[in-house]
């Protein structure tokens, strides 16, 4: 037999609230009570929408939400009455192969109930079978992820002298000053233009920079490829320089956290994150429908056997926070994420800009002019700023305020190590472009400069001594000067 949480109850303005345990109860059609029409409605308990207050015993105040703020405003609006009953099966309302629905949608199919409240995601399917009001909440998709955990600097570590430049950068670095190295010498010992200078010559040009290079350099092959070498070296040293002192002052707090990614394309880049959605949840069916590229990696993703589906948030929101040795996320409406991430203990975050449009509204039984009332009476609530406020009230907790989450990088600058969104914390192959090309280029030029002064000579050379042969096997000698025949 089934049970009654309570009796019906006045909730704020003309709002009744019956509860039903089981399928199989609802109340009966009201028609009117006290001269005003009442509705019946069925609701889903889910957080933050509508829910018992924790602790509380049974009576009016035992229940709120979103949702009972929005329906006791609407009543005030209409002048009508709301006769809440707990939806039998506990669904939101899904087709069966007969063509029967589930849930909520069911009730109304049924005519059991006059409204749905709750999360009710309107889709095509729904649409044909109840009619839906204008919504009350306009969401999509974001990712919940643990918050990262306080580590350590490494500026007490050996590698501290390394971390401003990436790996790419040293390589490129020191693959650089071999080859200068290996041209400079190329150039000093087959080089005719360059002559060697004594040693106290070369000890006063390699501590004097201010020198001129042709005093030290005969040849321009050497000059040039000793000027790029010096702004090579002193390219490198400023960008070192500055990135370990940006590093060294960044670390005074003496702790950083990191998140690897931010959107969804990041997460994508991260095969090593175990992400997830709820089961039989708009999400998941979301990405198993679209057809765009991004949402398809993810669907292929989220039908790895690696992946858990939950059923629902409270077990999704446990796992992600006994996560310690993997990473995890899950890819949550909106507004659960806003408010899961708002409550103590505060220790979940939510990153990514919005995926995909969903629409939240009431679903009224066909035949009924309630649903135009129900938009009358939202649009109301949206120009006056009410259903805003209320909003930001439900969605807001100890742990952040709702308009302060809804922007995709609010973590994001405070956590992640995505260098689109924050500071480089060591230098890339892409932000030395400038300098290397640079010094490249005078190699380039160096390179065809020592070639030049090698070849030019010797081609002169046989020139002038084919001459002097032809000359002298006509008769005619020809003394060549000490300058072109050696």
Partial sequence: MAQWRGPGVILGWGLVLHLALWSGLFVSAITQQQGKKVYRVTVKEE??????????????????????????????????????????????????????????????????????????????????????????SSTGLRILVKRPENTLTSTDHVDLFVQPFSVGVWVLVLATAAVLQILQSLNQ??????????????????????????????????????????????????????????????????EKQYLPFVTFEGLLNHPDINYSCLDKSFACKYFETSVQSLEKSIEFHLKSGRNTRYNNIDTATRHLRRSTTKPQALIIESDFAYYVTSQEPCDLIVVGEELGDISHSFACRPGLNICHDLDVAILTLKSTGELGRLRNKWLSGPCGKYSEMTSPYAHANKYTTDRQFTKDSERTVKSFAIPLAVVYSGVVVGICMMLWEIYRPKSKTVKMFRIEYHDRSDGIEIESGSDVIK
């Fill in 189 to 254: 010992r087959f080089n005719p233009k360059e002559k060697p200078l004594t040693n106290e010559k070369n000890y006063e040009y390699e501590y004097c920079p201010a020198i001129d290079e042709k005093r030290m350099h005969t040849s321009k092959a050497g000059w040039i490829l000793s000027a790029s070498s010096k702004v090579f070296v002193v390219s490198s040293v400023t960008f070192y320089t500055a990135q370990l002192t940006s590093i060294l002052v960044h670390s005074v707090d003496g």
């Fill in 47 to 136: 957080m933050p929408y509508i829910f018992q207050t924790p602790g509380s015993s049974e009576g009016p105040n035992s229940f709120e939400g979103l949702l009972i703020d929005v329906l006791d405003r609407v009543s005030k609006i209409l002048d009508v009455t709301f006769s809440l009953n707990h939806v039998g099966d506990g669904a939101f309302g899904e087709r069966r192969d007969d063509g029967t629905w589930t849930g909520m949608i069911g009730e109304l199919q049924r005519n059991e109930s006059d409204i749905a409240a709750g999360p009710l995601t309107v889709t095509a399917d729904r649409a044909r079978i109840v009619d839906f009001s204008r919504s009350f």
